[in-house]
């Protein structure tokens, strides 16, 4: 199982760019995604920047890839993209349909980014008749897709899959953080770079919910899928993608480095596992809500689970069921509900917020939705 170190979410200095990949080359990682995928205003390094990084790491023996954007809006933004493309020296992941077709058109190999949102067995034979050597599995997707997909996958083509990180959650022709800072987008200043791990948004009551990342919104919790290395090695998943933070990414890989390589894995507990999905029991003639915690989340291979709520009244309260959520490494399926408008009006904004911060706790937990 190969490890790869995905690009670059976020804007840093030029020079925090150049010493963060020179640290890279000394690691274990075996793959190496650049370039700038999120927002095209970001000039920092150029194409020709990011290729003669790509260059450096190939002569370190690691295999260089370029990425293209994840959200194409102009014309600029498409001459970026052909320039990318025409960098021929490297496998291109293609994070979008327009570069997935300049590439066919080429007749040339890349990488089906996450972002294509590949989800069926269709699509995936697709992609590998364009030319698709591995594919990124979709953020949303669950083992049980996962597996369907494995098996059904064409011969010879690569399974990636999101193992660490912030989750991007959406892009947008808005640009989150200049709104956020009540500034306008073509005058933003570019200031992204003044958080060099994504803008921290919080509740009105102040607990952290989101990352805000220019243009993308990211979850505030931090997925780690170490502890599930057994059953991604048993679904034939051939590389583990952690992607960039600005502190401590050297022992995020060698936490995942002997994380491959040791048999078996200490593994999230099924109380932990449980204790994401507990915010959300069936409350239905209830009169008390359990207490929310926070799904285990590993920081340099170190875990910790976190409470979230304490347990408060519900009276007066009815649910219904909306939808379903699966732990990944098990077959307990717990149910989702919500508030209806009636009683909604007499929840404190608090209650309501901490109900979306539950489920993104799950989420990011690796513990996707199941249709």
Known sequence: MKLALGPLQYYWPRQQVLDFYEAIAATPVDIVYLGETVCARRHELRVQDWA????????????AILGTQTLIESESDLKTLRRVIDEKDFLIEANDMGAVRL??????????????NIFNAATLGMMARLGAVRWVMPLE????????????????LETEVFAYGRMPLAFSARCFTARALDVAK?????????????????????????????????????TDLAPELPELRALGVDILRVYP??????????????ARSASPLA??????????????????GATQRPGRAAAGVVQAGRASARTVAEPRAAAARTVRPRRQLRCWRQDHVYALHESDHSAAEALPQEEMLLDLQAAQHRFFAGIPFVP
């Open 186 to 222: 073509d005058q933003c200043g570019f200031r992204c770079i003044d958080y060099p791990d994504a803008l921290p948004l919080a509740t009105r009551e102040g607990r952290p919910f989101l990352r805000i990342n220019g243009i993308s919104v990211q979850g505030e919790e931090i």
């Open 141 to 156: 997707m669950s083992a049980a897709v996962l597996a369907d997909l494995q098996a059904a996958r064409p011969s010879g």
């Open 103 to 116: 590439l066919s058109a080429e007749k040339r190999p890349f990488v089906a980014g996450p972002f294509l």
């Open 52 to 63: 003669d990084i790509a260059k450096k790491r190939a002569a370190a023996g690691k295999q």
């Open 245 to 258: 933070q600005a502190e401590g990414m050297e022992a995020i890989v060698r936490h995942f480095d002997a």
């Open 267 to 284: 593994r999230r507990s099924d109380e932990v596992c449980r204790a994401g999905a507990a915010g959300v029991l069936e409350l239905s």
